[in-house]
């Protein structure tokens, strides 16, 4: 192992479920409960769907250039499940699981990544933030977020969720940095799904783990099997207790992204089918299936009639996005300022007149 | 009332702003108990505490980052940057984030943050301390960027600016924090944004200009004066988005427009003015609009720096041709 660091040990993995749905160690009680698991298991059923609609959408020409989440359905569910209401998200822009359990919307997200800004107006939980496009760049708002519950003296926390490319980013330290100093109440989702674009995460980082990374900011840092929403949601939980309490966190959730980077990316010109496949065999949605199947809370016809329900939900937002009236052009000025410019109002009536 | 300097204007402002708003904060580096490098900060830490008034870690990113995550949750940071020459890490926050958070969600969100920071040559700092790039922030949509030139004028703006629900680019002139003393009455009441203020009224040519340049600027008005030249001296203060209107409305009069910024010349807002003139009020032009700016140079040190720095003789060569244009 390269850039071992004397004196460290990185965090152990924590886990409940091994690769194939089998107890690793016993699930804290109230998590192995039938409608919690199934809940979890629900959401990431709908995920996944919801992702191959939109890259369907896009492959037919009906959505702008989509970033799937398939393959890390549990770290996105489990972390969002994990959140009280009150909690604020600043997500990257493949957190779908955890924003679709947060109340924003199929046909919210859909909005957005087809290019229609009222995509970010969430009607669902309104002080989240729109996701993300420059890697890291929401590390910092997480900083000034957490602060602003802190002022205010409120049992709330700032749960900010970034990929391995992203940590390589200054902004992802200073961000950590300034929660040790503050003791803010922040969690940082690292979601290592092992590639940034072609990049694997050995390019962005010799150090052996990414939760070492809290290491030098003075926080905690912690590592869960990603692929294990039970463990993801478990650890969150514990995670978020310990930022209200003033102890910000630094969580690596390991996972494996099984798509393309996005709909415009060809992930064979980089990555072997053979690493591809055996990371299928570690999937958490399948995980969590043999898991509920084998304490008996989940049968064949339960499974049928799921995927009937969440494709059912799943068309029927597809078919609202499509239904939806186009914007106004003048929207482009409108929400610029708090209130226009004069200076602007020739360019607004230009557009107006034009597209009126 | 008592006559103060530019940066105590700006620490006043500040003290007002945040005993009238409890939601208003002040945060950069050495803020706190060193007061800002400058003291634009000074006094702060003792009346409102370190809750309110934040020393942060050496992270311009994150200092611009995290005022907009306190924004959208409803504060309003006040954040310094040290020099203008250290912006640079802040600005992917500014263009990316701050600028457009109101747009990219309908509303939601709003950015109602000041990134205040000093700016421009003449005080003979070290490398980086003296750049003057106010046409960078000048050219993103959702910003405003706003220049005083006197420290009244910096109390008014800088309480204005406080309260904008939206962001504002707040530059200082370096050069002039401790140059004039004015009297500035702590009233409380904020300076109009968006919208030029006329220094000296003129028939004859209108000097067009902004922030520490209005000295010079005005000096030169003073010397035509003395051969029987009225110049309107302009002082823009807001560049964005900008007073059209009384640009225009001076130079229909006038008919002869000089430009004055220390700004490297290519690209500097100038252009931009030249440009809206040339667009509105060309046939009102007697004589080509002209423009006088620091050279398409770095910035040099302090050795060079007044040679770099536009003068009074450098302006009036130029209005002095601009004036005999036939
Ligand atoms: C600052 C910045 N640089 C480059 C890009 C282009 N880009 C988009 S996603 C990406 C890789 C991100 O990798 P990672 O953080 O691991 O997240 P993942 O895509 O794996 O979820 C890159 C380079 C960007 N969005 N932002």
Redesign the pocket.
Known sequence: MTGDCQGYSPPPVIAYLDKAGAVLDSIPAELDDRDVLIGLYRAMVLTRTFDQKAVSLQRTGRLGTY?SSLGQEAVSVGLGAAMQASDVLLP???DHGAMLWRGVTMVEILQYWSGDERGSDFKGPREDFPVA?????QTTHAVGVAMAFQLRGEARAAVCV??????S?GDFYEAINACGVWKLPAVFVI?N?Q???SEPVSMQTAAPTLAQKAVAAGIDGIRVDGNDVIAVRHVMERALEQARQGRPQVIEALTY?LGD?TTADDARRYRDDAEVSTRWQEEPVLRLRHYLVGRQWWAKTDEEALIREVRAQVDEAAEAYLALPPQPATDMFDYLYAALPPSLAGQRALLEDAHG | MAEITLVEAVALAQARAMRDDPSVLALGEDVGKDGGVFRATDGLLAEFGPARVRDTPLAEGLIAGMAVGLAAQGFRPVAEIQFMGFVYPAVDQIVNHASRLRNRTRGRLTCPMVLRMPTGAGIKAPEHHSESMEAMFAHMPGLRVVIPSSPARAYGLLLAAIRDPDPVIFLEPTRLYRAVKEEVADNGEAAALDQCFTLRGGSDLTFVTWGAMTRETLAAAEALAGDGIEAEVIDVATLKPLDEASILESVARTGRCVIVHEAALTGGFGGEIAALIGEKALLSLAAPVRRVAGFDTVVPLPRMEDLYLPSVERILAVARETVRFQ
């Open positions: 970033a990257a822009f493949r496009i420059p890697v890291a760049s970034l990929g391995d490319g992203a940590t980013k979601n799904n590639w940034a674009i992204r980077h």
